[in-house]
C-alpha cells in the first residue's frame, strides 16, 4: 500500500493506513466466503470417462520412445509394467534409464472456484482450497487425495489459482477447429507437431481486453516459431494481418512485433531467455511460455519457464481486437506445441513485487485490489486470514486475496535417483519417493506432505531420474522415424 507521507508523523501515516485498509477489507460488495463452499470438485462422470487411464508415450534417457498403457509400478523394484497394443505380453521394464511419460487424452481442470496455488521450495506446487493455517501446518482441500497437510516452513507463496474463464485448452487428440493455411500440421499425444513453413491457428470465442497465453515448446537444434493473436486471420503470418506476434528467434531470443496489412511489421521489443532447458546430446529445447496480454494499456509481459523475461509496451495506440490466435514455425526439423491454454487474465502477475522480511518472519500480502500489506499471518481459519501489522490488527476474507508470500529460503533436495516428479490434471506439481502403481492409484512419499495418493487418470506427465545428466558427446542424425511414436529400439524384459 503506498501513501504520501509529506509532512505526515508516522503516527498519522500508519492511522490512515489503518483506516484505509479497514475499508477495503469491510467494502459491502464482497461477500465473506465460508471455506466449505470453496473445495475443489471432483471431475464429473463425463469428465472421468474422457480421461486418460495410463495411455500415453513413454520416453527413455537415450531418446527411445514406445505410446503403451501403464499397468503398475514399483520403484523399489526398480520395475514398470505396461502393455503395448500390438505385443501380446506385458512388457517390464526396468525404471533406471527412463526419462518421463505423457499421459494421453481430454484432462479435467479441477480447479473451484477459490482455488489456491501452494508453491513450495523444492519447486513442487499443489492446488486447491485453503481449509487452515497455522504455525506449524497449511492444509489444502484436493481433488485427488481430500485434505492434504503441508509443513507451513516449506510453503513459499500461497496465490489464487487462475478462475477466470478458460477460451482454450488443448490440443487433445482428434480435435476440429484448427485451420491450415500452410504445410501439414499433425495432432498427435495431444500435441500440435509442426515443421518447414507450417501456419495453422484457430478462432477463441473471444479474445479480452486482458488475456494469458500458455503454451510449452519443444525443438531440435535451432526453433523459430511464432505466436499471433489479437488477429481477426486465424491462419496467416504476421506481416500481411492486423495483430500482434510473439516471436521465438533461435534457442535464446524472444521478440514482440505490431503488424497491419497497411504498415507492415514494427518490432516492440526483443529479450535475451535465459531459462530453457537443454538437452546436451540430443540439442532438444524445452520451455513453457506464459504472455500476458493488456490490450487496453499496450502492456505484454512474458514469462519462460515461470521467470519473469520481458516486459514490453507498444508506444503507439492500435486498434485491433481480433479472436484468433496463430502458430508458425519455419525451421527444418519437427517443433512441438502443446498443453496450449488461452484464458482470460484479471491483470495480476505471478509474484510480482512480493518481498517478506526475512528477519522479522513476516509474510507479505497482496489484496486483489493492488495494494500490499506485510506483518504477521497468525493464522488461517473458516476463509479468513488473521494478521497482525504495524497499524493494528487485521481479518481479512481469502476470496480478496491475491497473494501471500512466506519468508523462506528454498533448500537444495539431495540427488536421488529415486524420486519421481509428477505433473496433475490440474497442474499441481510432485515430487515423490517409493512410488507405487497398483489399482489404478499411484501412492508415494512427499517431503512437505507426506503420504499421498493419486488417481492414475489424473496424471499428466512423470519424470524419472531427475538427477541424470541428460547431455551426451555427439548431435545424433536426423532421423526418418522422427514423427514416429512407437520408433524404438530397445532393451526389454519379458
Known amino acids: 500500500m503506498r501513501t504520501r507521507a509529506t509532512g505526515w508523523t508516522t503516527g498519522a501515516v500508519l492511522m490512515a493506513m489503518a483506516v484505509l485498509a479497514r475499508s477495503a477489507l469491510e467494502a459491502p460488495d464482497v461477500a465473506v466466503v465460508d471455506a466449505a463452499s470453496v473445495s475443489p470438485r471432483m471431475p464429473d462422470a463425463a469428465t472421468e470417462a474422457r480421461a486418460p487411464s495410463g ?34 505380453e506385458p512388457l517390464s521394464i526396468a525404471v533406471s534409464d527412463l526419462d518421463r511419460f505423457e499421459a494421453d487424452g481430454a484432462f479435467a481442470t479441477s480447479d473451484g472456484v477459490f482455488a489456491w496455488v501452494a508453491h513450495l521450495g523444492n519447486g513442487d506446487r499443489l492446488r486447491g482450497a485453503v481449509a487452515s493455517l497455522t504455525d506449524k501446518t497449511l492444509e489444502i482441500d484436493t481433488w485427488y487425495d481430500g485434505r492434504v497437510n503441508i509443513d507451513r516452513a516449506k510453503v513459499k507463496l500461497l496465490e489464487q489459482s487462475a478462475s477466470d474463464a478458460v477460451l482454450y485448452e488443448g490440443p487433445t487428440e482428434g480435435e476440429t477447429g484448427w485451420i491450415v493455411s500452410s504445410g501439414r500440421p499433425q495432432f498427435a499425444r495431444n500435441r500440435l ?85 537443454t538437452d546436451g546430446r540430443q540439442q532438444q ?33 492500435f486498434d485491433t481486437d481480433g479472436k484468433s490466435i496463430v502458430f508458425s514455425a519455419t525451421q527444418s526439423h519437427p517443433l512441438e506445441v502443446h498443453s496450449i491454454r488461452a484464458s482470460e487474465w484479471d491483470g495480476y502477475l ?52 491475491a497473494q501471500i508470500a512466506f519468508p523462506i529460503e528454498a533448500a537444495e533436495t539431495e540427488p536421488d535417483s529415486g524420486r519421481v516428479r509428477m505433473e496433475l490434471a490440474d497442474r499441481s506439481v510432485l515430487t515423490l519417493q517409493g512410488l507405487r502403481l497398483a489399482d489404478g492409484s499411484f501412492a508415494g512419499v512427499s517431503e512437505n506432505t507426506g503420504a499421498i495418493r493419486i488417481p492414475l487418470p489424473g496424471v499428466r506427465s512423470m519424470r524419472w531420474n531427475l538427477d541424470r545428466n541428460r547431455s551426451g558427446d555427439s548431435e545424433p542424425t536426423p532421423s526418418s522415424d522422427a514423427g514416429n511414436p512407437d520408433a524404438f529400439a530397445l532393451d526389454i524384459h519379458f
Do not use: C
Not at 513413454?58 to 514398470?80: K, S
Not at 491457428?201 to 519443444?218: I, N
Open 350 to 401: 505471478p509474484t510480482e513485487a512480493l518481498n517478506p522480511d526475512m528477519k522479522e518472519n513476516n509474510v507479505a500480502l497482496r489484496l486483489r485490489n493492488g495494494d500490499m500489506l506485510t506483518g504477521k499471518l497468525v493464522s488461517i481459519r473458516d476463509g479468513i486470514a488473521h494478521m497482525t501489522t504495524a497499524f493494528g490488527t487485521l481479518d481479512i476474507p481469502l476470496d480478496r486475496l
Open 55 to 88: 495411455q500415453g508415450r513413454l520416453e527413455w534417457l537415450d531418446g527411445d520412445r514406445l505410446t503403451l498403457r501403464m499397468e503398475n509400478l514399483d520403484m523399489a523394484e526398480g520395475i514398470l509394467t505396461a502393455h503395448h497394443g500390438h505385443i501380446r
Open 193 to 277: 507437431v509442426m515443421s518447414h513453413q507450417t501456419v495453422t491457428g484457430r478462432v477463441l470465442p473471444r479474445q479480452p481486453a486482458k488475456m494469458r497465453l500458455d503454451f510449452t515448446a519443444e525443438w531440435m537444434w535451432h526453433g523459430h516459431l511464432q505466436l499471433m493473436f489479437y488477429t481477426d486471420v486465424p491462419a496467416q503470418r504476421h506481416r500481411s494481418v492486423q495483430g500482434y506476434s510473439l516471436t521465438i528467434q533461435g534457442n535464446n531470443r524472444i521478440e514482440l512485433h505490431r503488424s497491419s496489412p497497411d504498415r507492415g511489421s514494427r518490432r516492440i521489443g526483443q529479450a535475451t531467455m535465459t531459462s530453457i532447458q
Open 285 to 317: 529445447h524445452t520451455a513453457r511460455f506464459t504472455l500476458f496480454a493488456d490490450r487496453e494499456n499496450r502492456r505484454f509481459r512474458v514469462y519462460v519457464n515461470d521467470q519473469p523475461t520481458a516486459d514490453w509496451t507498444d508506444p503507439e495506440p
